[in-house]
């Protein structure tokens, strides 16, 4: 059954009495693989508090994030403080699969969140980024054992992509998310990323690894760890 006619029958059969409701994720941007779910957004005014829940339905892995019309905006405020706009998106790049004309409101808020972009790193902020990438960084040049630095890489990759993305203003991600937000910003950028960490796990290359975290904490002051301090009383 294909995703659309998958996801109505959810809501027909499930979330009958919902307020609206809409299918987001890979399946609606044209992304989706053999693994994908639907995702699938549920405002109910009836429900006291926001949840989710996973099952099947037609072979299809469905995901449900269902909230009333005021508990999304705790997400929204979530993800936007941690910089990773989940919510939002969904709102936004959601197929209709039910429909309430306070949803407009909803999704012209969401738009609004998105492109305005999340709020700037104080400078305490881009200091204690600049530490502790630079001490995961220091990790990975040191590490001697391949299996730790696998998961050292691991992180330095992500925190790299994170700091690279929010000291320029623009939304991070997570996991896949993380290689779509550097694509969507620097596309040139995130290729660098991409094969200086790929030449790592399969040749053991660190140095290009180096060079690019160097590059990216140095217009903010570079790697930091002398005169770092947090939670000291004067």
């Known amino acids: 059954m294909k995703a659309f006619e998958a996801a109505k029958g959810v809501i027909e059969e499930r979330y009958v009495n919902c307020d609206a409701a809409l299918l987001a994720g890979s399946v609606v941007r044209g992304e989706a693989t053999s693994t994908s779910d639907l995702d699938v957004v549920v405002f109910d005014s009836k429900v006291t508090s926001s949840f989710r829940e996973s099952f099947y339905t037609s072979r299809w892995p469905v995901e449900v994030f269902v909230h009333n019309w005021s508990t999304y905006r705790v997400f929204f405020d979530s993800d936007c403080q941690r910089g990773q706009p989940s919510m939002p998106r969904m709102v936004t790049e959601g197929q209709i699969l039910k429909w309430?004309?306070?949803?407009?409101?909803?999704?012209?808020?969401?738009?609004?969140?998105?492109?305005?972009?999340?709020?700037?790193?104080?400078?305490?902020?881009?200091?204690?980024?600049?530490?502790?990438?630079?001490?995961?960084?220091?990790?990975?040049?040191?590490?001697?054992?391949?299996?730790?630095?696998?998961?050292?890489?691991?992180?330095?990759?992500?925190?790299?992509?994170?700091?690279?993305?929010?000291?320029?203003?623009?939304?991070?991600?997570?996991?896949?998310?993380?290689?779509?937000?550097?694509?969507?910003?620097?596309?040139?950028?995130?290729?660098?990323?991409?094969?200086?960490?790929?030449?790592?796990?399969?040749?053991?290359?660190?140095?290009?690894?180096?060079?690019?975290?160097?590059?990216?904490?140095n217009p903010y002051g570079g790697r930091l760890f002398e005169g770092f301090s947090v939670g000291k009383r004067r």
């Open 100 to 217: 309430d004309d306070r949803l407009e409101s909803v999704r012209d808020e969401a738009a609004d969140l998105l492109k305005k972009g999340p709020d700037p790193w104080s400078e305490e902020t881009l200091m204690h980024k600049r530490y502790f990438l630079t001490d995961a960084l220091d990790d990975f040049i040191g590490c001697t054992d391949q299996g730790e630095a696998l998961f050292i890489a691991a992180k330095l990759s992500e925190q790299l992509g994170d700091f690279y993305l929010r000291a320029n203003g623009k939304w991070s991600g997570s996991s896949k998310w993380m290689a779509r937000s550097l694509r969507n910003y620097d596309p040139a950028f995130a290729e660098r990323l991409i094969q200086r960490f790929d030449r790592f796990h399969k040749n053991g290359e660190r140095q290009g690894v180096v060079e690019l975290v160097d590059e990216v904490l």
